[in-house]
């Protein structure tokens, strides 16, 4: 290898170095400029091309050409706030069905007793010709102020001080109101939907009661929810990056915030879902009715938001959901590998999210239970509302309280089923006999642990929920392949 002679000829002047968009007015260099050779004619005279000025989706982003003006564009901003919110109402109205199927059978009072009602009484008919043969032989010699000794006979219904028949069971039929959707006869969310869709007082379009509160509050939550994580972010960590993960404590802390901030609204969903839809027994008008009336019998704002039963049981679901998402899922990776991340193991972090989202279930649905039962009773000087399900005619007392008095005063063997007790015309002691003997066989068939214990009733809608996530991790391990196969192709 040579060297050269001199630098001289492999000098370049900084003024003229390379440059894709020439100056304006500047005139080309030189012919015999030592820079001319390593300069490119095509290099000195070529323009970065813009990108297409239109880059909206269907017409609903804002263009992000920098020639066009930078202010906002109202009828652009308008037609994007319309679809988010046209899409917003339907994905909510697919799914309301369901909640107001679980949220039915999460605060219906199924008490143990609730299978043992006075027994539905079935005549032989080929006993009736007897019976009436006989009764026409007797008719002679028949005292008419002597008590009868043959016959059905049904025992009379006990009454208060006023004259009202007492209820001595909930499942009796002529004491049960007629709003009330017989307690006991849905086993799961799908059930509970077609029963509501059968019932004379509900119908179809109750399984939409509280729609639009419930899109209104899904919004907000997820509208507010990343402002005050970014807004907490800004405060108490001020310099991390984005490269940085945040601690747990600030997506928790944000979830608390904002359901707390939007607890009264899921008190008026709860109180519209579960009111009768029938309007001679409709307690609320609609949300801002709703509103009204607790403001006014309930405490105003204080007891809306800080009444122990609404405050505690708020800030126990809201906290438990971001810890049980956010953490179960790493837990639960880290027993597979150490080394298992969404990035690099898509199938088996789906896997770890969804058995985290099993055990996140059994942890939050007590507690959800609890609190949509303490939503419907009301305090204060407010009547109670008349429900389209069974509720609890004594109030609870706290979270800890509901919960022990489902375990220990409630059934879950469901739907309860009766038979009808079949009886012959005879003398009275002999019907009670038959009647009886009856009864002791069909309440040994029926008798298991889930008649003796409600922990049913704090899992009402696990197998729905379960199931959404099954879809879900499904659907993401599709997408995943798909995704996986793009990137190959690319390469």
């Not at 001595?168 to 709003?179: D, K, N």
Request: one cysteine or more.
């Amino acid at each position: 290898m040579t060297t050269p002679s001199s630098l001289r000829d492999l000098y370049i002047d900084p003024s003229s170095a390379w440059s894709f968009i020439p100056k304006v007015g500047s005139s080309s260099a030189p012919v015999d400029s030592p820079a001319a050779p390593l300069q490119s004619p095509v290099a000195s005279s070529y323009q970065w091309s813009t990108r297409p000025s239109h880059n909206s989706i269907f017409d609903l982003s804002p263009s992000m050409d920098p020639s066009e003006p930078s202010g906002i564009d109202a009828s652009q901003l308008f037609k994007a706030l319309v679809a988010s919110a046209v899409l917003q109402y339907a994905s909510t109205a697919l799914a309301n069905p369901w909640e107001v199927g679980k949220l039915f059978l999460q605060v219906q009072w199924v008490p143990r007793d609730a299978g043992e009602p006075e027994p539905d009484i079935v005549e032989d008919d080929h006993e009736d010709a007897l019976s009436e043969s006989s009764n026409d032989n007797d008719s002679y010699f028949h005292d008419p102020n002597s008590t009868p000794t043959t016959g059905t006979h049904y025992p009379l219904p006990r009454t208060d001080e006023q004259g009202y028949v007492i209820r001595r069971s909930v499942l009796e039929e002529g004491t049960r109101p007629e709003y009330i959707i017989p307690v006991g006869s849905a086993e799961g969310v799908w059930g509970m939907m077609k029963k509501v869709a059968r019932f004379r007082g509900e119908g179809w379009l109750a399984l939409w009661k509280g729609l639009l509160t419930s899109c209104v509050t899904e919004v907000l939550s997820t509208t507010m929810q990343p402002f005050i994580h970014s807004l907490l972010q800004s405060i108490f960590f001020p310099s991390m990056t984005p490269f940085h993960q945040p601690p747990l404590i600030l997506p928790v802390a944000s979830h608390v915030i904002t359901g707390f901030l939007l607890s009264p609204l899921d008190l008026i969903r709860t109180r519209l879902i579960v009111q009768s839809y029938s309007s001679r027994y409709r307690t609320y008008s609609g949300p801002i009715d709703a509103l009204s009336q607790i403001l006014r019998d309930e405490g105003g704002l204080h007891g809306i938001y800080l009444h122990p039963h609404l405050l505690i049981p708020t800030l126990l679901d809201s906290a438990l959901r971001p810890i049980v998402s956010l953490a179960l899922p790493g837990i639960i990776a880290s027993y597979f590998g150490a080394n298992i991340m969404q990035d690099t193991h898509p199938i088996a972090w789906g896997a770890a999210e969804l058995g985290g989202s099993l055990l996140g279930l059994l942890l939050t649905l007590p507690f959800e239970t609890a609190r949509r039962r303490l939503q419907v009773q009301t305090r204060g000087t407010a009547t109670p509302i008349k429900g389209c399900v069974e509720l609890r005619p004594a109030p609870y007392n706290g979270v800890v309280d509901t919960m022990w008095h489902i375990l220990t005063e409630e059934r879950s063997d469901l739907p309860i089923h009766r038979r009808p007790i079949r009886t012959r015309r005879g003398s009275v002691k002999g019907k009670e006999k038959e009647v009886t003997d009856v009864e002791k066989v069909d309440d040994y068939e029926s008798d298991s642990w889930l008649r003796n214990t409600g922990l049913g009733q704090l899992y009402r809608g696990l197998g729905v929920r379960f199931g959404a996530g099954v879809v879900v991790f499904i659907l993401a391990m599709l997408n995943g392949g798909q995704e996986a196969d793009n990137g190959w192709a690319e390469i």
